[in-house]
């Protein structure tokens, strides 16, 4: 059985520019989430998406957005670029409701803005 | 904030021997997940246990989880330098609709040779 897959595991942007990552579940997982992780702020939520629609989000700018397709795989937006964007971006998919099975992480992107 | 703080920050072993870390968290839980993360890498699931379960073994795993203290612990048993690592645990939140995790600040664990 196939794992997570993101893409690409590694960008490198210019401030003011714009992101797209992309995440492929486990199939049959139907909940997708992502996570930033920093060495200053650790891992943080970002937001969830179940059956295409957005169930959780974090405390995160409107830049941040994302999107979940009907075959599960989800892509997440980043517009306008900050130099603190800089980060591991890792994606989890879970099969269950509410947290109540694990979640599988992805390799992640490491996204670098210069 | 962070649901869950983790103890130590950092550890320093010999191969063979035990490591313990531990994991404190504020409101009530649906479960307790730990994971594993190598340099920078994806995280890797390594247990989870249920509000309702007190311990759970995986291999050289075992995990204890105290509701009452809104704590719980990883122990590896006879480390090896593979088992370096950073370990972190995470919660999933009773009050909380879907899958949101929140995740403590982690262990670094250096197992030396």
């Known amino acids: 059985k196939a794992g997570v897959t993101q893409t690409p595991r590694y960008l490198i942007k210019t401030r003011g520019q714009q992101v797209t990552l992309s995440c492929s579940p486990i199939s049959g997982h139907r909940s997708v989430s992502w996570y930033q992780q920093t060495p200053g702020q650790g891992l943080q939520f970002l937001f969830e998406y179940f059956s295409e629609t957005q169930r959780n989000k974090g405390n995160f700018p409107g830049r941040f957005s994302g999107r979940q397709f009907s075959n599960s795989r989800s892509e997440m937006n980043v517009s306008t670029l900050e130099l603190g964007d800089s980060a591991l971006y890792l994606c989890?998919?879970?099969?269950?409701?509410?947290?109540?099975?694990?979640?599988?992480f992805g390799q992640g992107t490491r996204l670098t803005v210069v | 904030s962070q649901q869950g703080e983790e103890d130590p920050q950092a550890l320093s072993i010999q191969e063979g021997e035990n490591a313990t870390m531990n994991c404190s968290y504020k409101t009530s839980i649906n479960n307790l997940q730990w994971y594993r993360q190598n340099s920078g890498r994806g995280l890797v699931h390594l247990i989870l246990i249920r509000s309702n379960e007190r311990e759970k073994h995986s291999g050289r795993l075992r995990v204890t989880l105290d509701t009452s203290k809104k704590s719980s612990s990883l122990l590896i048993t006879a480390s090896r330098a593979a088992d370096t690592a950073s370990y972190f645990c995470a919660t999933g939140l009773i009050k909380a609709a879907g899958n949101k995790l929140t995740f403590g600040g982690g262990t670094r664990v250096l197992v030396k040779p």
């Open positions: 989890a998919s879970s099969l269950g409701d509410r947290a109540t099975t694990e979640a599988f």
